[in-house]
């Protein structure tokens, strides 16, 4: 595959979350890919532990009044941007870009401080994509 090139922010989707061409910052100091999450709550669901989430806040355009569940997730120890170790959720999803679809990992954060409400870190973009920090929704612009 041949890698294409993003800028320092793009638009993605995120079908499996109703989510279509939100804003997204690249980030290459960052691992893994996280979004801004404004409720998590684990429990029980017929014997099985279920993580109830809701991405995004409703200040943001793209926002939908969504609670996703999934019992496919994990836990992750993880370096804030300020330095500070906590542990997050982490779930996966279908992303499109370019019109390519592929897997992606995300942890749930509070992001209501941050410009941008997801970060894509460089294990998303990995062996996919090449940065141009001095570009920005080159995967719009591949389209026209």
């Given at each position: 595959?041949?890698?294409k090139v993003?800028?320092?922010r793009e638009r993605i989707t995120l079908p499996e979350w109703g989510l279509k061409m939100v804003t997204a910052k690249v980030d290459t100091g960052a691992y893994t890919s996280s979004i801004h999450?404004?409720?998590?709550?684990?429990?029980?669901?017929?014997?099985?532990?279920t993580l109830f989430y809701r991405v995004l806040s409703p200040d943001n355009?793209?926002?939908?009044?969504?609670?996703?569940?999934?019992?496919n997730y994990t836990q992750k120890k993880?370096?804030?941007?300020?330095?500070?170790?906590?542990?997050?959720?982490?779930?996966?999803?279908?992303?499109?870009?370019f019109e390519e679809e592929f897997d992606a990992e995300f942890t749930l954060?509070?992001?209501?401080?941050?410009r941008n409400a997801i970060l894509i870190g460089r294990k998303m973009i990995q062996g996919k994509f090449l940065v141009d920090v001095a570009e920005v929704n080159l995967s719009l612009k591949s389209k026209k």
């Open positions: 595959m041949e890698k993003i800028g320092r999450c404004t409720y998590t709550e684990e429990r029980e669901v017929d014997g099985v532990m355009k793209k926002y939908k009044d969504r609670i996703i569940a999934t019992s993880v370096k804030n941007s300020f330095g500070q170790a906590e542990v997050r959720y982490k779930v996966s999803t279908k992303v499109i870009m954060t509070d992001r209501s401080k941050m």
